[in-house]
Protein backbone atom coordinates (compact mmCIF):
# COMPACT_ATOMS: atom_id res chain seq x y z
CA UNK A 1 0.00 0.00 0.00
CA UNK A 2 1.67 3.40 -1.14
CA UNK A 3 1.86 6.33 1.63
CA UNK A 4 -1.16 8.55 1.57
CA UNK A 5 0.60 11.50 2.91
CA UNK A 6 3.54 12.00 0.59
CA UNK A 7 1.35 10.86 -2.41
CA UNK A 8 -1.05 13.68 -1.48
CA UNK A 9 -2.89 15.48 -4.79
CA UNK A 10 -1.26 18.43 -3.21
CA UNK A 11 2.06 17.51 -2.91
CA UNK A 12 3.78 19.35 -5.49
CA UNK A 13 2.27 22.65 -3.53
CA UNK A 14 3.26 21.65 -0.06
CA UNK A 15 6.75 20.89 -0.88
CA UNK A 16 9.00 17.88 0.83
CA UNK A 17 9.56 19.51 4.14
CA UNK A 18 6.14 19.72 4.55
CA UNK A 19 4.87 16.81 3.36
CA UNK A 20 7.60 15.72 6.03
CA UNK A 21 5.60 17.31 8.81
CA UNK A 22 2.37 16.25 8.07
CA UNK A 23 3.66 12.28 7.91
CA UNK A 24 5.36 12.67 11.23
CA UNK A 25 2.19 14.16 12.37
CA UNK A 26 0.13 11.22 10.79
CA UNK A 27 2.48 8.60 12.04
CA UNK A 28 1.99 10.25 15.64
CA UNK A 29 -1.22 9.83 14.99
CA UNK A 30 -1.22 6.43 15.00
CA UNK A 31 -0.71 6.20 18.74
CA UNK A 32 -1.55 9.32 20.66
CA UNK A 33 -4.01 11.96 19.39
CA UNK A 34 -3.13 14.08 22.35
CA UNK A 35 0.14 14.67 20.86
CA UNK A 36 -0.88 14.88 17.70
CA UNK A 37 -3.50 18.06 18.58
CA UNK A 38 -0.73 19.38 20.39
CA UNK A 39 1.87 18.75 17.70
CA UNK A 40 -0.22 20.30 15.31
CA UNK A 41 -0.47 23.53 17.62
CA UNK A 42 3.16 23.87 17.64
CA UNK A 43 3.22 23.82 14.13
CA UNK A 44 0.79 26.16 13.29
CA UNK A 45 2.75 28.58 14.73
CA UNK A 46 6.16 27.56 13.24
CA UNK A 47 8.19 29.48 10.74
CA UNK A 48 7.21 26.68 8.09
CA UNK A 49 3.51 27.25 8.85
CA UNK A 50 3.61 31.04 8.49
CA UNK A 51 5.58 30.78 5.01
CA UNK A 52 3.77 28.20 3.26
CA UNK A 53 0.09 28.46 3.26
CA UNK A 54 -0.47 25.09 1.81
CA UNK A 55 0.93 23.30 4.67
CA UNK A 56 -1.51 26.11 7.36
CA UNK A 57 -4.23 24.89 5.42
CA UNK A 58 -3.34 21.46 5.70
CA UNK A 59 -2.24 21.53 9.57
CA UNK A 60 -6.02 23.81 10.13
CA UNK A 61 -8.09 21.02 8.41
CA UNK A 62 -5.97 18.67 10.64
CA UNK A 63 -6.33 20.59 13.94
CA UNK A 64 -10.79 20.67 13.22
CA UNK A 65 -10.63 17.01 12.41
CA UNK A 66 -8.51 16.73 15.88
CA UNK A 67 -10.81 18.82 17.85
CA UNK A 68 -14.32 17.19 16.28
CA UNK A 69 -12.69 13.96 17.48
CA UNK A 70 -12.16 15.20 21.04
CA UNK A 71 -16.11 16.34 20.83
CA UNK A 72 -14.82 20.33 21.16
CA UNK A 73 -17.41 20.95 18.43
CA UNK A 74 -17.56 25.02 18.30
CA UNK A 75 -13.85 25.28 18.11
CA UNK A 76 -13.50 22.45 15.49
CA UNK A 77 -16.14 24.64 13.62
CA UNK A 78 -13.81 27.48 13.73
CA UNK A 79 -11.20 26.31 12.59
CA UNK A 80 -12.66 24.16 9.40
CA UNK A 81 -13.83 27.86 8.88
CA UNK A 82 -10.60 29.32 8.29
CA UNK A 83 -9.43 26.16 6.22
CA UNK A 84 -11.89 26.51 4.18
CA UNK A 85 -11.42 30.12 3.05
CA UNK A 86 -7.84 29.99 2.83
CA UNK A 87 -8.12 26.49 0.28
CA UNK A 88 -10.40 28.89 -1.41
CA UNK A 89 -7.92 31.61 -1.98
CA UNK A 90 -5.41 28.86 -2.80
CA UNK A 91 -7.90 27.17 -5.53
CA UNK A 92 -6.98 23.93 -3.67
CA UNK A 93 -9.86 21.24 -4.77
CA UNK A 94 -8.72 18.93 -2.53
CA UNK A 95 -8.04 20.35 0.35
CA UNK A 96 -11.82 22.15 -0.22
CA UNK A 97 -13.27 18.85 -0.80
CA UNK A 98 -11.18 16.98 2.16
CA UNK A 99 -12.63 19.99 4.68
CA UNK A 100 -16.41 19.72 3.55
CA UNK A 101 -15.94 16.18 3.92
CA UNK A 102 -14.83 16.40 7.81
CA UNK A 103 -16.90 18.96 8.22
CA UNK A 104 -19.97 17.00 7.46
CA UNK A 105 -19.90 15.11 10.55
CA UNK A 106 -20.28 17.97 12.60
CA UNK A 107 -23.67 18.60 10.49
CA UNK A 108 -24.67 15.06 10.30
CA UNK A 109 -24.19 14.44 14.59
CA UNK A 110 -26.71 17.68 14.85
CA UNK A 111 -28.98 16.62 12.74
CA UNK A 112 -28.51 18.72 10.44
CA UNK A 113 -29.85 17.01 7.32
CA UNK A 114 -29.76 19.34 4.28
CA UNK A 115 -26.25 21.12 5.17
CA UNK A 116 -25.11 17.68 5.70
CA UNK A 117 -26.09 16.59 2.21
CA UNK A 118 -24.51 20.17 0.77
CA UNK A 119 -21.27 19.38 2.27
CA UNK A 120 -21.50 15.93 1.05
CA UNK A 121 -22.22 17.09 -2.66
CA UNK A 122 -19.66 20.17 -2.61
CA UNK A 123 -17.39 17.63 -1.26
CA UNK A 124 -17.69 15.41 -4.10
CA UNK A 125 -17.72 18.24 -7.04
CA UNK A 126 -14.50 19.01 -5.61
CA UNK A 127 -12.81 16.12 -5.47
CA UNK A 128 -14.37 15.99 -9.06
CA UNK A 129 -12.58 19.14 -10.24
CA UNK A 130 -9.52 17.86 -9.16
CA UNK A 131 -9.71 14.19 -11.09
CA UNK A 132 -9.25 12.16 -7.85
CA UNK A 133 -11.35 9.14 -8.07
CA UNK A 134 -10.81 7.72 -5.00
CA UNK A 135 -11.88 10.85 -2.57
CA UNK A 136 -14.82 11.46 -4.73
CA UNK A 137 -16.07 7.60 -4.03
CA UNK A 138 -15.48 8.73 -0.45
CA UNK A 139 -18.08 11.50 -0.47
CA UNK A 140 -20.72 9.49 -2.17
CA UNK A 141 -20.19 7.09 0.15
CA UNK A 142 -20.82 8.98 3.15
CA UNK A 143 -23.77 10.36 0.89
CA UNK A 144 -25.33 7.59 0.56
CA UNK A 145 -25.05 6.58 4.04
CA UNK A 146 -26.59 9.51 5.50
CA UNK A 147 -29.31 9.06 2.56
CA UNK A 148 -30.21 5.59 4.71
CA UNK A 149 -29.73 7.42 7.61
CA UNK A 150 -33.11 9.98 6.95
CA UNK A 151 -34.43 7.69 5.64
CA UNK A 152 -33.74 8.58 1.10
CA UNK A 153 -33.34 4.56 0.31
CA UNK A 154 -34.05 5.22 -3.32
CA UNK A 155 -31.01 7.10 -3.87
CA UNK A 156 -28.80 5.32 -1.91
CA UNK A 157 -27.53 1.82 -3.73
CA UNK A 158 -26.95 3.88 -6.49
CA UNK A 159 -24.79 6.45 -5.03
CA UNK A 160 -23.07 3.36 -3.45
CA UNK A 161 -22.29 1.32 -6.63
CA UNK A 162 -20.86 4.56 -8.15
CA UNK A 163 -18.63 5.27 -4.81
CA UNK A 164 -17.94 1.49 -5.25
CA UNK A 165 -16.56 1.63 -8.71
CA UNK A 166 -14.13 4.69 -7.51
CA UNK A 167 -12.53 3.39 -4.54
CA UNK A 168 -12.28 -0.85 -5.11
CA UNK A 169 -8.75 0.02 -7.33
CA UNK A 170 -7.05 2.34 -5.07
CA UNK A 171 -3.62 1.86 -3.76
CA UNK A 172 -4.57 3.27 -0.76
CA UNK A 173 -5.02 1.40 2.90
CA UNK A 174 -6.91 4.47 4.01
CA UNK A 175 -9.28 4.02 0.67
CA UNK A 176 -9.91 0.41 1.27
CA UNK A 177 -10.70 0.35 4.80
CA UNK A 178 -12.89 3.30 4.23
CA UNK A 179 -14.86 1.44 1.22
CA UNK A 180 -15.26 -1.79 3.50
CA UNK A 181 -15.60 -0.19 6.56
CA UNK A 182 -19.03 2.13 4.60
CA UNK A 183 -20.27 -0.54 2.94
CA UNK A 184 -20.38 -2.67 6.19
CA UNK A 185 -22.46 0.24 7.55
CA UNK A 186 -24.78 0.93 4.54
CA UNK A 187 -25.42 -2.85 4.70
CA UNK A 188 -25.83 -2.92 8.46
CA UNK A 189 -28.57 0.02 8.38
CA UNK A 190 -30.48 -2.11 6.21
CA UNK A 191 -30.32 -4.81 9.00
CA UNK A 192 -28.41 -7.17 6.39
CA UNK A 193 -25.94 -7.47 9.34
CA UNK A 194 -24.22 -10.69 8.20
CA UNK A 195 -23.36 -9.02 4.57
CA UNK A 196 -22.26 -5.80 6.99
CA UNK A 197 -20.09 -7.96 8.89
CA UNK A 198 -18.29 -9.54 5.95
CA UNK A 199 -17.38 -6.31 4.62
CA UNK A 200 -15.99 -5.06 8.19
CA UNK A 201 -13.38 -8.54 8.19
CA UNK A 202 -12.41 -7.35 4.52
CA UNK A 203 -11.09 -4.16 6.04
CA UNK A 204 -9.60 -5.71 9.24
CA UNK A 205 -6.28 -6.18 7.00
CA UNK A 206 -6.01 -2.51 6.49
CA UNK A 207 -6.22 -1.56 10.24
CA UNK A 208 -2.62 -1.76 11.20
CA UNK A 209 -1.93 0.80 8.48
CA UNK A 210 -4.90 3.12 8.72
CA UNK A 211 -4.55 6.00 11.59
CA UNK A 212 -5.73 5.49 14.72
CA UNK A 213 -9.83 6.72 14.53
CA UNK A 214 -10.46 4.64 11.26
CA UNK A 215 -8.79 1.27 13.27
CA UNK A 216 -10.83 2.02 16.01
CA UNK A 217 -13.82 2.37 13.46
CA UNK A 218 -13.18 -1.36 12.19
CA UNK A 219 -12.97 -3.05 15.13
CA UNK A 220 -15.84 -0.83 16.84
CA UNK A 221 -18.15 -2.31 14.32
CA UNK A 222 -16.96 -5.97 14.05
CA UNK A 223 -17.52 -6.01 17.49
CA UNK A 224 -21.50 -4.78 17.13
CA UNK A 225 -22.32 -7.18 14.35
CA UNK A 226 -20.90 -10.04 16.24
CA UNK A 227 -23.34 -8.95 18.94
CA UNK A 228 -26.19 -8.16 16.69
CA UNK A 229 -25.14 -11.81 15.72
CA UNK A 230 -25.18 -13.15 19.50
CA UNK A 231 -21.70 -14.01 19.26
CA UNK A 232 -20.85 -12.20 22.62
CA UNK A 233 -17.98 -13.93 23.17
CA UNK A 234 -16.30 -12.62 20.00
CA UNK A 235 -17.77 -9.35 19.93
CA UNK A 236 -16.75 -8.60 23.72
CA UNK A 237 -13.08 -10.00 22.81
CA UNK A 238 -13.12 -7.35 19.83
CA UNK A 239 -14.11 -4.68 21.84
CA UNK A 240 -11.70 -4.75 24.15
CA UNK A 241 -8.86 -5.34 21.49
CA UNK A 242 -10.39 -1.39 20.17
CA UNK A 243 -10.56 -0.40 23.57
CA UNK A 244 -6.89 -1.67 23.88
CA UNK A 245 -5.93 0.57 21.02
CA UNK A 246 -7.41 3.35 21.76
CA UNK A 247 -6.59 3.18 25.53
CA UNK A 248 -2.81 2.75 24.79
CA UNK A 249 -2.57 6.27 22.45
CA UNK A 250 -4.65 7.74 24.95
CA UNK A 251 -7.87 8.43 22.91
CA UNK A 252 -10.18 9.43 24.57
CA UNK A 253 -13.65 9.15 22.21
CA UNK A 254 -11.80 5.89 20.80
CA UNK A 255 -11.94 4.39 24.75
CA UNK A 256 -15.68 5.89 24.96
CA UNK A 257 -17.03 4.37 22.38
CA UNK A 258 -14.92 0.71 22.27
CA UNK A 259 -16.10 0.72 26.57
CA UNK A 260 -19.57 1.73 26.20
CA UNK A 261 -19.93 -1.34 23.59
CA UNK A 262 -18.17 -3.53 26.01
CA UNK A 263 -20.32 -2.56 29.02
CA UNK A 264 -23.57 -3.30 26.74
CA UNK A 265 -22.55 -6.96 26.12
CA UNK A 266 -21.21 -7.82 29.38
CA UNK A 267 -25.08 -5.99 30.51
CA UNK A 268 -26.49 -8.17 27.67
CA UNK A 269 -24.16 -11.68 29.00
CA UNK A 270 -26.35 -10.22 32.86
CA UNK A 271 -23.54 -10.04 34.77
CA UNK A 272 -25.63 -6.57 35.58
CA UNK A 273 -22.77 -5.57 38.90
CA UNK A 274 -19.51 -5.34 36.10
CA UNK A 275 -22.04 -3.62 33.40
CA UNK A 276 -22.40 -0.94 36.34
CA UNK A 277 -18.94 -0.45 37.22
CA UNK A 278 -18.48 -0.24 33.81
CA UNK A 279 -20.86 2.54 32.30
CA UNK A 280 -19.94 4.35 35.70
CA UNK A 281 -16.36 5.04 34.55
CA UNK A 282 -17.66 5.72 31.33
CA UNK A 283 -20.12 8.16 32.52
CA UNK A 284 -17.22 10.25 34.22
CA UNK A 285 -15.24 9.91 30.80
CA UNK A 286 -18.46 11.35 28.58
CA UNK A 287 -18.00 14.10 30.76
CA UNK A 288 -14.86 14.94 30.79
CA UNK A 289 -14.95 15.16 27.02
CA UNK A 290 -18.13 16.74 27.19
CA UNK A 291 -20.07 14.52 24.56
CA UNK A 292 -23.30 15.13 25.70
CA UNK A 293 -25.10 12.27 23.58
CA UNK A 294 -22.99 9.78 25.12
CA UNK A 295 -23.59 11.19 28.89
CA UNK A 296 -27.35 10.77 27.37
CA UNK A 297 -27.19 6.93 26.27
CA UNK A 298 -24.79 5.89 29.41
CA UNK A 299 -27.82 7.34 31.78
CA UNK A 300 -30.46 5.18 30.12
CA UNK A 301 -27.99 2.16 30.38
CA UNK A 302 -27.41 3.10 34.03
CA UNK A 303 -31.19 3.55 34.41
CA UNK A 304 -31.98 0.17 33.01
CA UNK A 305 -29.91 -1.48 35.02
CA UNK A 306 -30.57 0.15 38.45
CA UNK A 307 -34.36 -0.76 37.74
CA UNK A 308 -33.22 -4.49 36.56
CA UNK A 309 -31.60 -4.91 40.09
CA UNK A 310 -34.07 -3.17 42.18
CA UNK A 311 -33.00 -0.04 43.01
CA UNK A 312 -36.26 2.18 41.78
CA UNK A 313 -35.22 5.49 43.40
CA UNK A 314 -31.22 5.67 41.58
CA UNK A 315 -33.23 4.45 38.46
CA UNK A 316 -35.71 7.54 38.34
CA UNK A 317 -32.52 10.19 39.34
CA UNK A 318 -30.66 8.23 35.89
CA UNK A 319 -34.13 8.74 34.06
CA UNK A 320 -34.40 12.02 34.87
CA UNK A 321 -30.60 13.09 34.34
CA UNK A 322 -30.80 11.67 30.55
CA UNK A 323 -34.48 13.79 29.84
CA UNK A 324 -32.71 16.54 31.26
CA UNK A 325 -29.51 16.13 28.75
CA UNK A 326 -32.56 15.25 26.10
CA UNK A 327 -34.28 18.64 26.45
CA UNK A 328 -31.30 20.83 25.98
CA UNK A 329 -29.82 18.84 22.92
CA UNK A 330 -32.95 17.98 21.26
CA UNK A 331 -32.18 14.32 20.51
CA UNK A 332 -35.77 13.12 21.03
CA UNK A 333 -35.39 9.37 20.31
CA UNK A 334 -33.53 9.30 23.11
CA UNK A 335 -35.98 11.45 24.59
CA UNK A 336 -38.46 9.14 24.21
CA UNK A 337 -36.72 6.19 25.87
CA UNK A 338 -36.53 8.28 28.66
CA UNK A 339 -40.10 8.48 29.61
CA UNK A 340 -40.73 4.73 28.61
CA UNK A 341 -37.96 4.01 31.45
CA UNK A 342 -40.01 6.57 33.89
CA UNK A 343 -43.17 4.60 32.85
CA UNK A 344 -41.62 1.39 33.70
CA UNK A 345 -40.18 2.74 37.46
CA UNK A 346 -43.85 4.22 38.39
CA UNK A 347 -45.33 0.90 37.34
CA UNK A 348 -42.77 -1.42 39.01
CA UNK A 349 -44.00 1.04 42.37
CA UNK A 350 -47.72 0.35 41.57
CA UNK A 351 -48.16 4.11 40.61
CA UNK A 352 -50.29 3.41 37.57
CA UNK A 353 -51.46 6.77 37.17
CA UNK A 354 -47.79 8.32 36.76
CA UNK A 355 -47.27 4.94 35.01
CA UNK A 356 -49.97 5.78 32.55
CA UNK A 357 -48.48 9.55 31.91
CA UNK A 358 -45.72 8.59 31.02
CA UNK A 359 -46.61 5.47 28.49
CA UNK A 360 -48.66 8.42 27.20
CA UNK A 361 -45.85 11.15 26.36
CA UNK A 362 -43.69 8.05 25.10
CA UNK A 363 -46.17 7.23 22.71
CA UNK A 364 -46.72 10.90 21.33
CA UNK A 365 -42.88 11.21 21.07
CA UNK A 366 -41.86 7.98 19.13
CA UNK A 367 -45.12 8.12 17.24
CA UNK A 368 -43.76 9.89 14.74
CA UNK A 369 -40.33 7.63 14.50
CA UNK A 370 -42.86 4.71 14.40
CA UNK A 371 -44.96 5.83 11.47
CA UNK A 372 -41.30 6.69 9.55
CA UNK A 373 -40.47 2.55 10.55
CA UNK A 374 -43.33 1.44 8.28
CA UNK A 375 -42.74 3.44 5.96
CA UNK A 376 -39.42 2.62 5.66
CA UNK A 377 -39.83 -0.70 6.00
CA UNK A 378 -41.31 -1.46 1.75
CA UNK A 379 -38.54 1.24 1.21
CA UNK A 380 -35.61 -1.19 3.20
CA UNK A 381 -36.70 -4.12 0.94
CA UNK A 382 -36.84 -2.02 -2.69
CA UNK A 383 -33.17 -0.90 -1.34
CA UNK A 384 -32.23 -4.25 -0.62
CA UNK A 385 -33.42 -5.67 -4.33
CA UNK A 386 -31.85 -2.94 -5.94
CA UNK A 387 -28.26 -3.09 -4.08
CA UNK A 388 -28.46 -7.11 -5.38
CA UNK A 389 -29.05 -6.14 -8.71
CA UNK A 390 -26.65 -3.78 -8.88
CA UNK A 391 -24.03 -6.18 -7.53
CA UNK A 392 -25.05 -8.81 -10.18
CA UNK A 393 -24.39 -5.63 -12.99
CA UNK A 394 -21.16 -4.94 -11.66
CA UNK A 395 -20.14 -8.70 -11.70
CA UNK A 396 -21.51 -9.21 -15.15
CA UNK A 397 -19.29 -5.56 -16.17
CA UNK A 398 -16.52 -7.02 -14.03
CA UNK A 399 -16.36 -10.49 -16.02
CA UNK A 400 -16.76 -8.00 -19.42
CA UNK A 401 -14.17 -6.26 -18.69
CA UNK A 402 -12.00 -9.37 -18.32
CA UNK A 403 -12.83 -10.79 -21.53
CA UNK A 404 -12.30 -7.41 -23.20
CA UNK A 405 -9.04 -7.54 -21.72
CA UNK A 406 -7.81 -11.28 -22.72
CA UNK A 407 -9.28 -10.20 -26.29
CA UNK A 408 -6.81 -7.43 -26.41
CA UNK A 409 -3.63 -9.22 -25.03
CA UNK A 410 -4.68 -12.23 -27.48
CA UNK A 411 -4.88 -9.36 -30.60
CA UNK A 412 -1.85 -8.08 -29.32
CA UNK A 413 -0.10 -11.74 -29.46
CA UNK A 414 -1.91 -12.30 -32.97
CA UNK A 415 -0.34 -8.53 -34.49
CA UNK A 416 3.19 -9.40 -32.88
CA UNK A 417 3.05 -13.24 -34.95
CA UNK A 418 2.08 -11.25 -37.87
CA UNK A 419 4.94 -9.06 -37.46
CA UNK A 420 7.17 -11.49 -36.83
CA UNK A 421 6.00 -13.08 -39.84
CA UNK A 422 6.34 -10.41 -41.97
CA UNK A 423 9.58 -9.89 -40.61
CA UNK A 424 10.99 -13.40 -41.88
CA UNK A 425 9.44 -13.00 -45.23
CA UNK A 426 11.14 -9.81 -45.83
CA UNK A 427 14.86 -11.36 -44.41
CA UNK A 428 14.43 -14.08 -46.56
CA UNK A 429 13.51 -12.40 -49.99
CA UNK A 430 15.96 -10.20 -49.03
CA UNK A 431 18.51 -13.03 -49.42
CA UNK A 432 17.09 -14.76 -52.28
CA UNK A 433 17.81 -11.25 -53.96
CA UNK A 434 21.50 -10.69 -52.80
CA UNK A 435 22.04 -14.54 -54.17
CA UNK A 436 21.14 -13.03 -57.82
CA UNK A 437 24.03 -11.94 -60.02
CA UNK A 438 22.07 -10.56 -62.52
CA UNK A 439 18.74 -9.34 -60.79
CA UNK A 440 16.24 -9.49 -63.35
CA UNK A 441 13.18 -7.75 -64.11
CA UNK A 442 10.48 -9.89 -61.93
CA UNK A 443 13.27 -9.85 -58.67
CA UNK A 444 13.15 -5.98 -59.07
CA UNK A 445 9.31 -6.31 -58.79
CA UNK A 446 9.68 -7.75 -55.38
CA UNK A 447 12.63 -6.03 -54.22
CA UNK A 448 10.29 -2.95 -54.71
CA UNK A 449 7.24 -4.71 -52.89
CA UNK A 450 9.36 -5.11 -49.98
CA UNK A 451 9.51 -1.90 -49.12
CA UNK A 452 5.84 -1.94 -48.51
CA UNK A 453 6.46 -4.13 -45.51
CA UNK A 454 7.69 -2.20 -42.65
CA UNK A 455 5.91 -2.50 -38.99
CA UNK A 456 4.13 0.93 -39.78
CA UNK A 457 1.95 -0.17 -42.49
CA UNK A 458 0.63 -3.01 -40.19
CA UNK A 459 -2.91 -1.65 -39.39
CA UNK A 460 -3.53 -0.69 -35.50
CA UNK A 461 -6.82 0.59 -35.99
CA UNK A 462 -9.03 -2.39 -34.80
CA UNK A 463 -6.35 -2.93 -32.25
CA UNK A 464 -6.88 0.59 -30.78
CA UNK A 465 -10.26 0.86 -30.88
CA UNK A 466 -10.63 -2.91 -28.95
CA UNK A 467 -7.91 -1.08 -26.22
CA UNK A 468 -9.71 1.88 -26.12
CA UNK A 469 -13.31 -0.19 -25.34
CA UNK A 470 -11.17 -1.45 -22.33
CA UNK A 471 -9.53 1.30 -21.13
CA UNK A 472 -11.69 4.23 -22.49
CA UNK A 473 -9.53 7.54 -20.53
CA UNK A 474 -6.63 5.73 -20.23
CA UNK A 475 -4.83 7.23 -23.52
CA UNK A 476 -6.79 10.95 -22.85
CA UNK A 477 -5.42 10.82 -18.72
CA UNK A 478 -2.08 9.92 -19.70
CA UNK A 479 -1.86 12.41 -22.08
CA UNK A 480 -3.15 15.49 -19.64
CA UNK A 481 -1.32 14.37 -16.41
CA UNK A 482 2.10 14.02 -18.34
CA UNK A 483 2.07 16.05 -21.37
CA UNK A 484 5.79 15.50 -22.00
CA UNK A 485 5.00 11.36 -23.31
CA UNK A 486 5.78 10.95 -26.58
CA UNK A 487 3.31 9.18 -28.86
CA UNK A 488 5.54 5.94 -28.90
CA UNK A 489 6.31 6.37 -25.27
CA UNK A 490 2.23 6.53 -24.66
CA UNK A 491 1.78 3.43 -27.26
CA UNK A 492 4.64 1.38 -24.52
CA UNK A 493 2.38 2.70 -21.78
CA UNK A 494 -0.56 1.35 -23.52
CA UNK A 495 1.09 -2.30 -24.19
CA UNK A 496 2.69 -2.39 -20.35
CA UNK A 497 -0.61 -1.08 -18.84
CA UNK A 498 -1.80 -4.85 -20.50
CA UNK A 499 0.72 -6.54 -18.60
CA UNK A 500 2.62 -7.22 -22.06
CA UNK A 501 6.29 -8.92 -21.78
CA UNK A 502 9.02 -6.56 -23.09
CA UNK A 503 9.70 -9.34 -25.72
CA UNK A 504 6.15 -9.22 -27.24
CA UNK A 505 5.52 -5.39 -27.39
CA UNK A 506 9.20 -5.58 -28.98
CA UNK A 507 7.45 -7.99 -31.69
CA UNK A 508 4.79 -5.80 -31.77
CA UNK A 509 6.68 -2.74 -32.87
CA UNK A 510 9.79 -4.15 -34.69
CA UNK A 511 12.18 -2.74 -31.97
CA UNK A 512 14.72 -4.97 -30.19
CA UNK A 513 13.58 -5.45 -26.31
CA UNK A 514 16.57 -3.07 -25.42
CA UNK A 515 14.68 -0.40 -27.08
CA UNK A 516 11.63 -1.14 -25.21
CA UNK A 517 13.28 -1.60 -22.03
CA UNK A 518 14.95 2.13 -22.75
CA UNK A 519 11.33 3.51 -23.15
CA UNK A 520 10.41 1.62 -19.95
CA UNK A 521 13.05 3.37 -18.38
CA UNK A 522 12.22 6.72 -19.59
CA UNK A 523 8.63 6.33 -18.52
CA UNK A 524 9.59 5.50 -14.95
CA UNK A 525 11.59 8.98 -15.15
CA UNK A 526 8.57 11.15 -16.81
CA UNK A 527 5.88 9.73 -14.48
CA UNK A 528 8.30 10.42 -11.31
CA UNK A 529 8.44 6.18 -9.80
CA UNK A 530 9.73 5.74 -6.88
CA UNK A 531 11.98 2.92 -5.98
CA UNK A 532 9.43 -0.40 -5.62
CA UNK A 533 6.97 1.25 -7.44
CA UNK A 534 6.22 -0.89 -10.42
CA UNK A 535 5.75 0.29 -13.89
CA UNK A 536 2.37 -1.76 -14.70
CA UNK A 537 0.76 -1.30 -10.92
CA UNK A 538 0.93 2.28 -11.63
CA UNK A 539 -0.03 2.38 -14.86
CA UNK A 540 -3.34 0.22 -14.35
CA UNK A 541 -3.68 3.17 -11.31
CA UNK A 542 -4.13 5.98 -13.55
Known amino acids: MQNEVLNRPDAKLLGAQALQILDDLSNIGRNDSNSELEITNKYLKSEEALQNEYLRCALLSRKAVLLHRKRQQPEAETAFAEALLLSEKLNNYFMIGKIYL ?138 REGYSFANNANYAYGKLITKFGLANVIHVQGNISAARSEFISLLELAREISDTHMEQCILHELGHIELKDGNLDAAEIMAKAALEIGEKTKFNALTADGHDLLHRIAKARNNYQTALEEYKIFQEQCLEFHQLEISQVKSQAETRIELKRIEMETDKTRQKAEQLEKDLANSAIHIASQTDLLDKFRVDLQQIVLEIDEPIKTLKKVKAKLKELPCKQIDWTKFEVQFSQVHPEFRTKLANKYPDLTDMEQRIAAMVRMDLKSSDIARLFCITERAVEFHRLNLRKKLNLKSGETLPKFLSNV
Open 102 to 239: AWSEISQEKGQVERTYAMLENAQKNFGKANLRNWEGRALLNLAINYINWGSFEQAPEIAARAKVLLEDSPYADDQACLYVNLGVLYGRLGLYEQALQHYLKALPYAEEVPLHQKIVIYYNIASDLQRANRFEEAESKF
